[in-house]
């Protein structure tokens, strides 16, 4: 599959799967398995108009064309409208059905019903996460290097509640299975349940010593654990740690957009606006997102310039993916304090 940056998204609390949701869709835009379909590149470039029309061409001569229909799937979650994910469910049965033994066809449909079960609220959900499990394990038992797979169901055992399928044995289980096939993805796994298991310096440590150089999947893989540690200090409102992390990771991967994010807002939260505005600026320029444009106005607001703070607030709302709820009815409240 091909993975959206990170936005903001509201999960039912009954349900407590935010960052499995938020996983499946990082998954969707950067974290690719070994075999990337033919549309992947396109999608992480953002060229969406021509992906639609490509694949338009491709399933018109050829119905059941694995990439082409694993390819509209990643168009309909990247459009996050609830009433397309049923559509979006067929398109991966359809492929499942034609292409038995796509480790992609699989894995899209654990991701849209994952971001339906999101959206559809508690009892959707409840009703889908062992479809959604058994998606991800048939994804990895046909392609066992399908690592943003390997990265959804491990985050599906940590986060799901137990009574739900959730189980750390069960995500320890996965990161043994995964030492066979890559010791570095195992141990970014590993920090990752370090992270679950609230062992946060020894999932920052572990996270950032594994060594990816050579292999984007794993280079991916490594920056969005490392990320996701990063973000747990913003929850927790350790800004200066998370300063720290970020900057590590930028370090590693100058390119990251999430990362400029991160570092950006973990400057803001201290009253560094200044200091946030470079990094915010280049998150943008390497993958515009709503969140970005939202913190450029809130920084600008910070910096007390009307005129700029309110044109990034309207690019944010008016981005898609939309902004999660919280952030939305913040960004329209600022702009009308602001006018």
């Given amino acids: 599959m091909t993975n959206i940056s990170l936005q903001e998204f509201n999960v039912p609390r009954g349900l407590k799967t935010s960052l499995f949701v938020t996983t499946l869709l990082t998954s969707l835009l950067g974290m690719q398995s070994a075999q990337a379909h033919e549309y992947s590149a396109l999608i992480k470039a953002k060229k969406y108009a021509e992906v639609e029309r490509a694949v338009g061409v491709k399933l018109a001569s050829d119905a059941n064309n694995a990439d082409a229909l694993v390819a509209k799937v990643d168009l309909i979650l990247i459009e996050a409208k609830l009433a397309r994910l049923d559509e979006g469910i067929k398109l991966a049965e359809q492929c499942i059905t034609n292409n038995p ?52 169901l491990m985050t599906f055992y940590l986060e799901v509640p137990g009574f739900m399928g959730g189980s750390n044995s069960k995500a320890k289980e996965v990161i043994a299975e995964t030492q066979k096939v890559s010791a570095a993805v195992a141990s970014l796994l590993q920090a990752k349940f370090d992270l679950k298991d609230e062992k946060l310096e020894k999932a920052k440590s572990g996270v950032l010593a594994v060594n990816s150089a050579g292999n984007p999947v794993i280079a991916q893989l490594q920056n969005d654990i490392a990320i996701e540690i990063a973000q ?34 973990s400057l ?22 709503g969140a970005a444009y939202y913190r450029l106005g809130k ?40 006018k």
Avoid: Y
């Fill in 101 to 152: 033994k796509n480790s992609e066809c699989h894995e899209a449909l654990g991701n849209v019903l994952g971001i339906k079960a999101e959206k559809g609220g508690v009892m959707s959900g409840i009703g889908s996460l062992g479809k959604i499990r058994d998606a991800f394990k048939k994804a990895i038992e046909l392609d066992p290097k399908n690592f943003s797979a390997v990265n959804s």
């Fill in 232 to 265: 747990t200090l913003v929850k927790d409102k350790k800004f200066l740690d998370a300063e720290k992390m970020f900057r590590d990771i930028v370090q590693r991967f100058p390119e990251s957009s999430a990362a400029h994010l991160g570092l950006g807002r």
């Fill in 268 to 289: 803001q939260e201290q009253g560094k606006a200044k200091d946030a505005l470079p990094h915010l600026e280049k998150s943008l320029s390497i993958d515009a997102t």
């Fill in 299 to 338: 920084t600008w607001q910070a910096l007390g310039d009307k005129t700029k703070a309110i044109s990034f607030f309207e690019k944010a709302l008016a981005f898609t993916p939309a902004l999660g709820t919280k952030t939305r009815a913040d960004a329209e409240e600022q702009i009308k304090l602001l």
